[in-house]
């Protein structure tokens, strides 16, 4: 877990939506304030707002434009995209992949934190996280993961990536964190407290949790 780190990285299965597709500029919700210049409001003219379905529709009867649009989002059935101008991004899971043990897989609440001990790691051991996330209605542009960990009100690492764009589809998509290696010996061992954001370009938020977890000796 190295401090104050940040991780770039483009999703290969996701395109970026450049001229001719529009977003909607909202307001993101912090509950807790941090030090980070990404939190800083931005005022960005984006142009006229329009919804998926009309993207999609618009140019229609233009040959290249459509193909250029199928490159860009992918198979998409019209029908099945809505006519809102915001994208559903919802958090199914979260799993912890170590060559050590089973995988562990962490259902994401829908409403609130986890509540109690939500996952402990083994010390010194390397592990991966994977999220399991379901994108409806919309283009969501430059979905980015924070992660800010504390062990006795002291923050003691700092994890962001940026994870991509993507169109809506009917299957869920997975992004695997880079590896980690947990701290380890007696003074690395306990209970820290974390949030995790994930947010967009417009600092839209789509999961914001606290939760706690432990660093032993072993896995449970």
């Known amino acids: 877990m190295d401090s104050d780190r940040e991780i770039c990285s483009d999703h ?3 395109g970026e939506p450049k001229a001719g597709l529009s977003r909607h500029m ?4 912090i509950a807790v304030p941090e030090d980070d210049d990404d939190d800083v409001e931005r005022k960005i003219d984006l142009g006229p707002q329009f919804t998926l379905k009309e993207q999609l529709e618009k140019d229609k009867d233009d040959e290249s434009l459509r193909k250029w649009k199928e490159q860009l989002l992918g198979s998409i059935d019209i029908s099945s995209v809505g006519e809102t101008l915001e994208p559903e991004v919802k958090f199914l899971s979260l799993a912890i992949k ?15 934190n986890p509540e109690g001990l939500w996952f402990t790691l083994k010390e010194g051991s390397r592990y991966r996280l994977m999220f399991t996330f379901q994108v409806n209605h919309n283009i969501v542009s430059g979905l980015k993961y924070t992660n800010t960990v504390w062990k006795t009100g002291i923050k003691v690492d700092t994890t962001k990536e940026m994870i991509g764009t993507f169109s809506p ?3 869920p998509y997975t992004h695997e964190m880079p590896e980690e290696t947990t701290p380890s ?13 994930f947010v967009d370009d417009d600092k839209k938020s789509y999961l914001d949790i606290n939760y706690t977890f432990d660093i032993r000796k072993d896995w449970l």
Request: aromatic share 6%; proline share 5%; no cysteine.
């Open 12 to 14: 290969e299965e996701s």
């Open 26 to 29: 909202s307001e993101g919700s």
């Open 98 to 112: 170590s060559a050590d043990r089973d995988d562990i897989i962490l259902p994401v609440p829908e409403t609130g």
């Open 169 to 171: 589809q009917a299957e």
């Open 185 to 197: 010996g007696l003074f690395a061992r306990g209970t820290y407290s974390a949030r995790t954001k």
